[in-house]
């Protein structure tokens, strides 16, 4: 480690720091029922996607079968999931989402 005695920073070696948290990809998958424009609307509301970064998202899952919503450290890809499912079956939708390793 080197003390800034300036600024009173601390850099450590990185084999003295924490290792980065494991991360997950969240993904959407395809459905026949799902309207578009609630798979357009998860992507705004639940994961910070602008309307055509969402479009561009949703019709890629729509036509491949699934596509990434996001990558987030474990308990906040669980935390999404939990949401998405939640609003989708409030709404009678069978939207589903997964999480799985990067
Ligand atoms: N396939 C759906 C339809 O034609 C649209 C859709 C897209 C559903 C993405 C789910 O994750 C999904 N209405």
Known sequence: STLDTQHDLVVEKASARA?????YQVLLLNDDYTPMEFVVKVLQKF?????????????QVHHEGRGICGVYPRDL????????????????HPLQCVMEPV
Request: overall charge positive; aromatic content about 6%.
């Open 19 to 23: 290792a980065p948290p494991p991360m």
């Open 77 to 92: 890809a669980a935390t999404r999931i939990a949401q998405v499912g939640q609003y989708a079956r409030a709404r009678q």
């Open 47 to 59: 994961f910070n996607k602008n309307h055509e970064e969402a479009t561009r998202i949703m019709l």
